[in-house]
């Protein structure tokens, strides 16, 4: 089975190929695409929690990093892993992959990133579980420890 793993730079997108990694028998999924999608004119920066160092270059960086990053998180489990970057609207974009590919699975995060997530991140998982010619599995962040009061 091909696997898609969409990134948008998050830690929360490092999350979810964790999560993929912690259940997924390594014997059945046979290929990986990393996915990262570049969004044409861009006025939000491509979100870049997981370099290693500040970063400080262009969208197509940061993505190329996004994806570098969470590929690595797959290295010695098994499958082939593929990195792409893709540009355009990264909901249909994740979707055109899925079928371009034949994925029996797409691998997606919801939340993470501050004040956009549930207009960003939310909308492109929800459009992925809607639209995506096979099952979506979407990973929540983890809850947040509530602040106790005195």
């Given amino acids: 089975m091909h696997v898609i793993v969409a990134t948008d730079g ?12 912690s259940f997924a028998d390594p014997t059945k ?8 999608v570049i969004r044409p004119l861009a006025s939000v920066a491509f979100a870049d929690d997981l370099a290693e160092d500040g970063f400080d270059g262009s969208f197509r960086d940061a993505a190329q990093s996004a994806v570098d990053a969470i590929a690595a998180v797959f290295d010695g489990w098994g499958p082939k892993v593929n990195k792409r970057i893709r540009s355009g609207s990264a909901a249909n974009e994740i979707i055109k992959a899925a079928k371009q ?5 797409v691998v997606v995060a919801a939340g ?4 956009s997530d549930s ?3 939310g909308s492109t998982a929800q ?3 809607h639209y995506a010619p096979c099952p979506v599995l979407v ?7 509530r602040k ?3």
């Fill in 101 to 105: 590919y034949d994925a029996g699975l």
């Fill in 127 to 129: 459009r992925v579980q």
């Fill in 148 to 150: 106790r009061r005195s």
């Fill in 29 to 36: 999924v046979t290929e990986i695409s990393v996915v990262a």
């Fill in 119 to 121: 207009v960003l991140v």
């Fill in 10 to 21: 998050s830690r929360q997108s490092l999350a979810a190929a964790k999560h993929l990694k």
């Fill in 112 to 115: 993470g990133r501050g004040l």
């Fill in 139 to 145: 990973v929540r962040p983890a809850p947040k420890p």
